[in-house]
C-alpha cells in the first residue's frame, strides 16, 4: 500500500487507515467481539495498513482495550492514534478539553491499549468552555513527558483550527500535527475552508466517514432497504448528506463501479484518494467482507474525467466569501486550488 507523510512531521503513514468504531458496544456501531477485531486488525496488518484510529469514548473505553490486545507485540510497527473530549463518567469533569481532564484522560487510553505511548493524540471536538491555551499546554506537557509523540484535532472549524495553531507558535509549544474531519462525496463542505487551511499549514489531514455511515454503498437505495438499526438511523441523514441530492450522486458512483466492476464503497473512497491535501482515509468495517473490499480501494485509480464528473454531480454551493473571490473581477488574484492529484 501506498503511504504518506503526516502533515509537516515525519511519520510515515499509510494511505488507508482502520477505525476501531465498530470494535465491541452496540450493534448499530457493529458489536464486533475480540475474536471478530482481532481477525480484522490482522487483514489490516497483512494489507499494509499502518494507522489504527480509536477514542476513548467508542464503546465506553472497550474500543481501546481490544486494539491493544489485537495488536499484541506489533504494536511497535503501527501508529495508534486516539482521541479525548467526550464524556466518560457521571463526574462534571468526565468531559470536555481541562488540562486535568486531558491528562487523565490519556492515562487510561494508555492504560486501555496496553502501550507506553500514543502516537497521535487528538482532540475528538472543539470545547468552547476551556481557554484552547490550557488545552495546548496540557497536550505538550503530555508530549513532553514521553506519552504523547504527535497531537491533532478533529471537527473543528476553520478560525478554531488557526486559532490553535497560532497560539501554539505564540506560546512556543506543540503544534497540531493533523486535523480529522468529515469528508465524502456527500458532504464536501470542508473543501471550502478546512481543506485549504491545512495544505497551506502542512498539517495533515484524516478522513472519517469516507463512505457517510454506508449510504455511498448504494445498499440504502435498494428497494426494501431500510437505516433502521444501523450508523445513519443514529447520526440522522441531515448531519452526512442531502436526501435530495444524494441519490443522483449514489447512481454517479453505481454507473463508474459497474463499468469498472468494482464496488460503489470503493469508488467513493478513490474519490477521497484522488484529492490533493488527503493523507489517509479512515475505513470501518463490521466484517472481512467489507473490509477486503474497501482496501482494494488502493489498488486502482479513477482517471481524470471520472473525478470530473463525480465532483460535477456532487458539486455544492460555493460559501461566502468565496463566491466574491472567485467573482469576475477578482479571481485572477485567487485561482480555484485543483480539484484532483494528476
Known sequence: MKSATLGWSKLQTSILAFGTVTFGGPCFLGGLDQREAARLVDICRD???GLFDTADIYSDGVAEEMLGRALGSSRKDVLIATKAFGRTGPEPGAVGLSRRRLIEAC??????????????????????????????????RLVNA???RHVGCSNFCG?????????????GIKRFTSHQIYYSLLGRDAEHDLLPAARDQDVGVLIWGPLASGFLSGKFLDEGKTTEGTRLSVLG?????????????????????????????QVAINWLLRKPGITSVILGAR????????????QWVLSGAEVARLDEVSRTRMPYPLWHQRSIYAAERNPAPPTYRP
Not at 110 to 136: K, S
Not at 287 to 298: S, V
Open 107 to 140: 492515562e487510561a487510553s494508555l492504560r486501555r491499549l496496553g502501550t507506553d505511548w500514543i502516537d497521535l493524540y487528538q482532540l475528538h471536538e472543539f470545547d468552547a468552555l476551556v481557554p484552547l491555551e490550557e488545552t495546548l499546554e496540557a497536550l505538550d
Open 47 to 49: 494489507n499494509g495498513v
Open 237 to 265: 441523514p441531515s448531519d452526512l448528506y442531502d436526501p435530495a441530492t444524494a441519490p443522483a450522486i449514489v447512481g454517479a458512483v453505481r454507473e463508474i463501479a459497474e463499468s469498472r466492476r468494482v464496488s460503489l464503497a
Open 146 to 148: 514521553g506519552k504523547v
Open 287 to 298: 466484517n472481512e467482507q467489507q473490509l477486503r473490499d474497501n482496501l482494494a480501494a488502493g
Open 159 to 171: 478560525w478554531q483550527f488557526m486559532k490553535a495553531l497560532s497560539l501554539s507558535e505564540r506560546m
